[in-house]
């Protein structure tokens, strides 16, 4: 079971920029394709970004693309989200997701095997 600790969450102004990182223990970091999801007060828990195992294939929602940028560093067990011209709509809870064995690319939460505890974004106006 991989372990998942997210970092580099805090409060910035509307078109400011933050970079989370996802620090994940274990020795077969790179045998799982990595996710990012967020869930906002009274709304459902949503997908953000994914990246599959080698860092090759990448998907992001609707509401971030050519804004948020996920990356993998295999060597150092991370992955990141560089978020970019961000928006009050941003600010919610932001989780790092591993997926379960065999998954590809890690767009939905029942492909989900461990959760990260959370970072808190909190953009403002």
């Known amino acids: 079971q991989v372990q998942l600790v997210e970092s580099g969450g805090g409060l910035v102004q509307a078109g400011g920029s933050l970079r989370l990182s996802c620090a994940a223990s274990g020795r077969t970091f790179s045998n799982y394709a990595m996710g990012w999801f967020r869930q906002a007060p009274g709304k459902e828990r949503e997908f953000v970004a994914a990246i599959s195992r080698g860092g090759g294939s990448t998907a992001y929602a609707d509401s971030v693309k050519g804004r948020f940028t996920i990356s993998r560093d295999n060597a150092k067990n991370t992955v990141y989200l560089q978020m970019n011209s961000l928006k009050p709509e941003d600010t919610a809870v932001y989780y790092c997701?591993?997926?379960?064995?065999?998954?590809?690319?890690?767009?939905?939460?029942?492909?989900?095997?461990?959760w990260g505890q959370g970072t808190q974004v909190t953009v403002s106006s």
């Open positions: 997701a591993a997926g379960k064995n065999r998954i590809a690319v890690l767009t939905t939460t029942p492909d989900v095997g461990s």
